[in-house]
């Protein structure tokens, strides 16, 4: 049953973060304007984050997706969701409506509101919960890991 | 009996292979973000961008100004 929760929490959290990734890849400059905007991080770091963390993201919502060190993955997306959260919460506090850049391009396309507030910060921490579940349970259902134990 | 256990070898050894998987993880996505930015057209004026804000620090100013006195010297 468990390991059955799990699979679900993978297909939910590395599906809508390999997404979201390919979403951010596809449109850097958007993703640094964004960063600009929460008024957070210093000029000269902005253009590496853009390049950086989109891939980041991509990488560990496949490594969740196809169940390759799916744990580790689960473990480090929860501490950079803990981070987008952090920084959206800066930005609730100081009063600044900005885009949350959560979802890139993909918000556009599909209408879904993409703002900054406290909705975006109740769904990080779902997020973050759905990771430690992932992380917490050790067994789990079609993933390369388990193909790789048994053969 | 927390302790016994954090002391337990097979915790350590866990903790070792998480901290490996996140290396290979981090550093495989620098390599990505880096080779695909790189081979994209408008992510090289990015990279080339990104690199320059880095490299561009004192040193420029420094050689303007050192200009700016020999010139004035001449006069």
């Not at chain 2, 420029?60 to 010139?71: C, F, H, L, P």
Request: charge should be positive; proline fraction near 4%.
């Amino acid at each position: 049953m468990t390991a059955a929760l799990s699979f679900v929490f993978r297909i939910i959290v590395g599906g809508i973060f390999l997404i979201s990734g390919l979403a951010k890849i596809s449109d850097p400059v958007r993703f640094i304007l964004t960063l600009r905007e929460f008024r957070l991080f210093p000029e000269m770091i902005i253009p590496f984050t853009a390049i950086y963390l989109p891939w980041l993201e991509f990488i560990l919502g496949l490594f969740i997706l196809v169940g390759l060190m799916y744990r580790t993955a689960s473990l480090l997306l929860a501490f950079l969701i803990g981070s987008f959260t952090f920084s959206i919460l800066s930005v609730i506090v100081r009063g600044i409506e900005v885009d949350c850049g959560c979802f890139g391009l993909l918000a556009d396309m599909l209408h879904i509101p993409d703002m900054a507030d406290m909705k975006a910060v109740i769904r990080n921490l779902i997020f973050i919960g759905m990771n430690i579940s992932i992380f917490m349970i050790k067994k789990t259902v079609f993933s390369i890991e388990n193909y790789l134990k048994k053969a | 009996m927390f302790l016994e256990g954090l002391r337990s070898p097979s915790l350590l050894l866990h903790m070792k292979k998480i901290l490996r998987e996140t290396i290979f993880i981090l550093t495989l996505s620098l390599f990505i973000s880096l080779i695909y930015t790189a081979a994209s057209p408008s992510g090289m004026v990015l990279l080339k961008k990104a690199f320059r804000i880095s490299v561009s620090d004192t040193p420029v100013t420094e050689k303007v100004d050192r200009g700016g006195s020999s010139q004035d010297e001449r006069k």
